[in-house]
């Protein structure tokens, strides 16, 4: 048989945890208008990825692959290439060619972005992604691209007087 203590101990928690509801009850309840106006996230909120710029208008990314390593879900996929004397898509050596992310399989854990030694993936605050198609899940580099910054021209091509020319390298 319980003792009298336990019972009015129980009995107790019991009241402190009604009182908490009640006080609720009164509380002014904050309800989103969603539809009709945007959201609004905190700063740390993870939602859809960006493919962040430098303000050259040049991608951040450099096809280092750590991103895709990083990711649990296996759902990052990377073809790099090189950049040219002619036209440079990234500050590296190399750029992400094709830069595909898999939202069917993403869990927005955060770990490609913290991965990430330039800061060129981050998440954004995009959160309308429901689909019935799958395929229209698979996210392309094309759609995860932050814009150019104003005054940057992309893709950055290098003058002719900074190329050298057929005749120039024969001699």
């Known amino acids: 048989m319980p003792k009298i203590t336990e019972v009015l101990g129980s009995a107790a928690a019991i009241a ?8 609720e009850m009164f509380n002014q309840t904050i309800t989103e208008v969603y539809p009709d106006a945007p959201p609004n996230f905190q700063e740390r909120y993870r939602g859809v ?22 990711c649990p879900a296996d759902c990052i996929y990377i ?11 990234s500050g590296g050596e190399r750029y992400a060619k094709v ?8 869990i927005f854990c955060g770990y490609c972005v913290e ?35 104003e005054g940057a021209k992309f893709p950055l091509k290098a003058s ?3 190329v050298p020319s057929e005749q120039n390298a024969a001699h």
């Open 160 to 162: 002719e007087e900074h």
């Open 16 to 23: 402190k945890g009604m009182g908490v509801t009640f006080r």
């Open 79 to 89: 073809e790099a290439a090189e950049n040219t004397e002619l036209v440079r898509i």
């Open 49 to 70: 990825h960006v493919l962040q710029r430098d303000e050259n208008g040049l991608e951040k990314c450099v096809a280092c692959f750590l991103c895709a390593a990083a």
């Open 99 to 106: 830069y595909n992310i898999d939202y069917n399989r993403c």
């Open 115 to 149: 991965a990430c030694p330039t800061d060129a993936i981050t998440h954004g605050h995009g959160f309308e992604i429901a689909s019935y198609n799958t395929a229209s899940l698979i996210y392309r580099k094309e759609q995860m691209l932050a814009p150019i910054p």
